[in-house]
């Protein structure tokens, strides 16, 4: 997949895991879902930043714009699974951070999910944010729109789970609909609303 990059976007490495989940941790710290599975917004950035250490700058897509907003995505065919080390990193950083039950419910979530997700081979955004500072700039589109068009080169459908929905409209206005009945991912629990962006065609 060719992507192509702009308005000051870069290919983060790996040894950018931390900055990643720093500001992915910032984006999603009042984010419904993830206060309902991990309670503060310590434990909800030592989850992403283990997710950006042990999968996503190693087998996804990561981009950054300076130390303001960040996107972490997964190519067709390509799993989230945490390495063992990674796993036991997530469950001492909950067990750290988390409040009670962190862990139980994130293991519970994930099953729900994976439940829901989409067998046609598709292009998976994981998480995308920017710094509260950095809000209202651009820089969230900035992130998305150049994958998004080598998306559509390719002929790849694109798969998200929105965690906010006041986050709707952005993802609608760069093609996203809802594809199923938003699902809840535990007892009482926000819903998680699935959302699946064909291809356009040219």
């Known amino acids: 997949m060719q992507i192509h990059l702009r308005d000051g976007a870069r290919v983060a490495r790996r040894n950018d895991w931390k900055e990643l989940g720093d500001i992915l941790g910032e984006a ?3 984010d419904p879902i993830n206060r309902w599975l991990f309670g503060n917004p310590r434990a909800i950035t030592s989850l992403f930043r283990i997710m950006a250490d042990d999968v996503y700058t190693r087998h996804g897509l990561c981009h950054l714009i300076a130390d303001e907003a960040a996107a972490m995505w997964l190519p067709a065919g390509v799993t989230s699974d945490l390495t063992a080390f990674g796993l036991w990193r997530l469950i001492a950083g909950q067990v750290r951070w988390g409040t009670k039950g962190a862990m139980k419910r994130a293991m519970g979530a994930g099953a ?3 439940a829901h997700h989409p067998e046609v081979p598709h292009l998976y955004l994981f998480a995308i944010g920017t710094r509260e500072s950095a809000r209202g700039k651009g820089l969230g589109k900035a992130l998305l729109r150049p994958v998004l068009d ?3 080169r390719d002929g790849l459908p694109v798969y998200l789970e929105n965690s906010n929905p006041v986050n709707s409209g952005f993802y609608q206005a760069h093609g996203f609909q809802t594809m199923a009945s938003p699902f809840c991912i535990g007892d009482n629990s926000p819903v998680m609303e ?4 064909a291809p356009a065609t040219r």
């Open 150 to 152: 080598a998306a559509d």
């Open 28 to 30: 999603f710290r009042d």
């Open 112 to 114: 729900v999910m994976e």
């Open 194 to 197: 699935p959302m699946w962006r």
